[in-house]
């Protein structure tokens, strides 16, 4: 069984910054998908950001020039980096991991993210 361990969140100032991470340790996969979908309150979960195995990045419109993702190359690890957060940037932050050849993703327990003054 593959577990994600997730760090950072917590609450921040409009403006501000945040960085979370997501390791898989002891995991092997060399292909996959890896990043973080969100989900507020009464909304659906979205998609924010994610990351290749060959560094290929992809990002929501509504994160893009203020989010960057990127990964480790010596392990299963990623990292995002939040800048200029603001209040709809708040949910919770779940990291995901999907290996080639797997129909579906590998889930983080998530971590909340809450932008407000």
């Known amino acids: 069984q593959v577990q994600l361990v997730e760090s950072g969140g917590g609450l921040v100032q409009p403006g501000g910054s945040l960085r979370l991470s997501c390791a898989a340790p002891?995991?092997?996969?060399?292909?996959?998908?890896m990043g973080w979908y969100r989900q507020a309150p009464g909304e659906e979960r979205e998609l924010v950001a994610g990351?290749?195995?060959?560094?290929?990045?992809n990002y929501a419109d509504s994160v893009k020039g203020r989010f960057t993702i990127s990964k480790d190359n010596a392990k299963i690890m990623i990292n995002l980096q939040m800048n200029n957060l603001k209040p709809e940037d708040t949910a919770v932050y779940y990291c995901?991991?999907?290996?080639?050849?797997?129909?579906?993703?590998?889930w983080g327990q998530g971590t909340q993210v809450t932008v407000s003054s």
């Open positions: 995901f991991l999907r290996p080639l050849f797997k129909d579906d993703n590998y």
């Open positions: 002891g995991s092997i996969f060399t292909i996959y998908v």
């Open positions: 990351i290749s195995s060959d560094g290929t990045t």
